[in-house]
């Protein structure tokens, strides 16, 4: 223990060196790389078991990405990808959520399985909080469409909506709830009076039932 935060801790000037804790670490050895969007940002300085019943894991990360590491950056162990007799050191770098990581510290790795789901539910939320914003524009560049195209664009939104509802925190439903289904309902509205029709009725219905199922579960 005492060697390995030695390396931490006598790192080369500008990259950045911390340790990461694992439950499991797979296979990973000292010298494997570090990769983030497909590219190699650092190297695994060294693997210790702790007295704590788990592994600790050195890693450099060079200076030219150090930035982006931020507090919500996720780590996982999986396969390299350039040499798969190998283990690597993957990184979904996040620079959003506090401060960068400090030279020294000791940050949480999670399971592979894990952190892919951590990743899916950011980038939903994400696009929950744009969606808002985005809506307007969206609006608009539909008016180019017929109505009938329009009515299978709002269905498509709402299928997407549908399958990531369990993945959404708390502030995403309340952003879905407040002001993405009013404007839903505004549209579909709107479709209906330009498609006045008893044969269109049907598929005017399916769409509200998929809005309230969408109201109804983010009240779970």
Known sequence: MLGLMGLVLTGCSG????????????????????????????????????????????????????????????????????????????????????????????????????????????????????????LGQYWQDLQNLSASEQVQRLEQELDRIIAELRRLSASARHELKTNILPRLREQLAELRRKLQAPENEGQFDRLEEKIERIDREIRV
């Open 15 to 134: 990259d950045l060196d911390f340790i990461v804790r694992f439950k499991a670490v797979d296979g990973l050895r000292t010298g494997d790389r570090v990769w983030s969007d497909a590219q190699t940002i650092g190297a695994v300085s060294a693997v210790d078991y702790s007295d704590q019943a788990d592994y600790l894991v050195a890693v450099r990360i060079e200076r030219q990405y150090t930035e982006a590491l931020g507090q919500g950056s996720l780590f996982y162990v999986d396969t390299d990808p350039q040499a798969p007799e190998r283990k690597a050191l993957m990184v979904i770098l996040d620079a959003s959520n506090g401060d960068p990581i400090a030279d020294g510290q000791t940050v949480a790795g999670t399971a592979r399985w894990e952190a892919r789901m951590q990743q899916m539910t950011r980038r939903m939320e994400e696009t929950v909080s744009g969606l808002a914003v985005e």
